[in-house]
């Protein structure tokens, strides 16, 4: 039986060498080794190979059986093709990046990372957190925890955000000192500036007919407004001062100012205690050398005249005309500073201290007391908006009033400054500042 199943194993083999191209076996001289590999694997794995029993075999039929065998190549493995099959799809529509893909694939990935990585760092709204004072020796302490809101760490990156962040804190409301992880806090923060949406609420179309109207030619000469407490009279030419690419009058400015006094005593709560001066005050305090002349300028604030008392007012308006410009100086009581803006970011130091001249003399004069101004800071601001054009600064110079005198930030800019006029016209016109 053993030597039945050997021949059938030796034949099986035989069958497969006759499958073998004949000039294979008719070449004596045919050298496998430099055969060329079949260019289908498949058939070699496919190929049947001699099996041997495991009865003992002589030495030479076992050499000739493995000479025969060793005919046959090397059987290779083929390269898998890649499967296309369904991906798990993150949020955002990403997927999950797989490692066998290419380079570009594989960039594209690191770019996504990144982007959604930067998202910590993108600038939030300003948020002003409210500190309630229950001692004023101890004060209060705002702990680091309104930083962590921000997702800040401790790399160099997350340093400068909170820089950034600490910095911007102190500038609105110069009380905040850095103490490492905390920040001390010696009295109440503002509540958030809120801008309404009254500031710019758009003209009706009767409105800005009733403006278009005043400032045609056929009104030049006509007396359109009368105003009976500053004994101020509008022409129809003089009113076109407002159109875009004027300059503003000094009956213009010293009209609206009036009007912004008589706002504030209408409704007081909504308002700061101010003082408006009008556009010759300065003129006359100020003599040809640069001086302050105190007695020049001292009847105009009696309170007799005045209803009250010029120093008790948080904020006090100085127009400063400069030949062909207009700025604004301000005596700023509630913040103990004298304030200089100038829409061309211009500096002039001798106004702050002719100002703060005016100030103690009058102090002097009305109370009797002498008030010390030497903490009391001179600025000329920087961070207020700016005019492109060489006409805007007298619109420029109102827009600072208004919002000052609301306790509002200056946040308008020259893309409003053709709204401000029209609207400004109108409330001329109806004698009455919103």
Avoid at 110 to 134: H, L, P, R, W
Avoid at 193 to 222: M, Q
Avoid at 292 to 298: I, L, Q, T, W
Avoid at 354 to 382: C, M, P, T
Wanted: aromatic share 10%.
């Amino acid at each position: 039986m053993v030597f039945f199943k050997w021949v059938l194993s030796f034949q099986g083999a035989l069958a497969g060498n006759r499958k073998r191209s004949g000039s294979e076996r008719c070449n004596p001289h045919f050298n496998h080794k430099n055969k060329t590999p079949h260019s289908n694997p498949l058939v070699f794995q496919r190929s049947k190979k001699l099996r041997f029993s495991s009865m003992d075999q002589s030495p030479e039929k076992a050499s000739s059986s493995f000479s025969r065998l060793s005919r046959y190549p090397d059987s290779r493995l083929h390269v898998p093709k890649e499967v296309q099959a369904p991906v798990k799809h993150l949020k955002f529509g990403l997927s999950i990046p797989n490692p066998n893909h290419d380079f570009l694939s594989k960039k594209l990935s690191d770019a996504k990372k990144k982007a959604f990585g930067s998202f910590k760092y993108i600038n939030k709204d300003k948020e002003v957190v409210t500190v309630e004072k229950d001692d004023e020796d101890s004060g209060s302490w705002l702990m680091a925890d309104a930083f962590d809101k921000l997702s800040l760490n401790h790399s160099d990156n997350d340093s400068k955000a909170y820089n950034k962040l600490l910095k911007s804190a102190e500038r609105r409301t110069n009380k905040l000192k850095d103490s490492g992880p905390q920040v001390k806090v010696n009295e109440k923060l503002k509540k958030p500036e809120v801008v309404t949406h009254e500031l710019f609420v758009p003209l009706t179309k009767d409105e800005l007919a009733e403006v278009s109207y005043a400032f045609s030619a056929e009104n030049k000469k006509k007396i359109l407004v009368s105003h009976e407490n500053s004994s101020i009279d509008i022409r129809g030419e003089v009113l076109q001062c407002l159109k875009p690419g004027s300059w503003l009058s000094d009956e213009v400015i010293n009209l609206y100012l009036e009007l912004l006094k008589e706002r504030e005593n209408r409704e007081p709560k909504k308002f700061l205690k101010c003082h408006f001066f009008n556009t010759f005050f300065y003129k006359k305090l100020v003599s040809s050398e640069g001086g302050c002349n105190y007695k020049a300028v001292k009847r105009w604030t009696s309170q007799r005249k005045l209803g009250y008392c010029l120093f008790d007012c948080d904020k006090i308006f100085v127009p400063i005309h400069k030949d062909i410009h207009w700025c604004l100086a301000v005596i700023n009581k509630k913040d103990r500073k004298f304030q200089y803006l100038d829409s061309l970011r211009g500096r002039d130091g001798k106004v702050l201290n002719a100002l703060a001249n005016y100030f103690v003399e009058e102090v002097r004069d009305k109370s009797g007391q002498d008030i010390d101004i030497s903490s009391w800071e001179q600025e000329h601001v920087e961070d207020l908006p700016a005019q492109k054009n060489g006409f805007d600064c007298g619109m420029f110079m109102l827009k600072y009033i208004d919002f000052y005198s609301r306790g509002l930030s200056l946040s308008f800019g020259q893309e409003h400054m053709r709204y401000f006029r029209s609207r400004t016209a109108k409330e001329i016109l109806r004698l009455r500042a919103d």
